[in-house]
């Protein structure tokens, strides 16, 4: 079985985020996202762990061949754990290359078995990240069109809109 693990923070959990996965299903047989559970990266998330995990549970709960879980650590332990082939990345534009890249070697290195696989979103989702769709929903932004419903609805309540 060709396993591939996303990791992110999936702070939110977005649509290229989202498009990403069931692209890569056509490849994998399976596709583990993998929230990373960080202490330093959870001071700069606006979401806790829980609620980040909730929210990619609600939305990926239709598609058979994901599974959701959280990790401590370094992604190559979870990789060696699950019996993963790759680690599935996206690469929106050069400027998320060079960091990807150091990253993909390092990983090799740390578990030689595993292979990154790079994916580029589609189009429409070129410019979308996180970052951005947080800046848009601080100012009571339309944010429809980039993520599910309930990434919408707990945007709204966490800048106090709902």
Known sequence: MKIAVYPGSFDPITNGHIDLIKRALSIFDKIVVAIADNVEK????????????????????????????RFKGLLADLVKKIGACSILRGLRAVS??????????????????????????????????????????????DISEFVPEVVKRELKKKFGFA
């Open 96 to 141: 998320d290359f060079e960091y990807e890249f150091q990253m993909a070697l390092m990983n090799r290195n740390l578990a030689p078995s595993c292979e990154t696989f790079f994916l580029t979103p589609s189009e429409k989702y070129t410019y979308l990240s996180s970052s951005l769709i947080k800046d848009i929903a601080r100012f009571n932004g």
């Open 42 to 69: 959870e001071r700069e998330c606006l979401f806790t762990m829980e609620q980040r995990e909730k929210m990619v549970k609600e939305t990926l709960k239709d598609m058979d061949k994901v599974e959701v879980l």
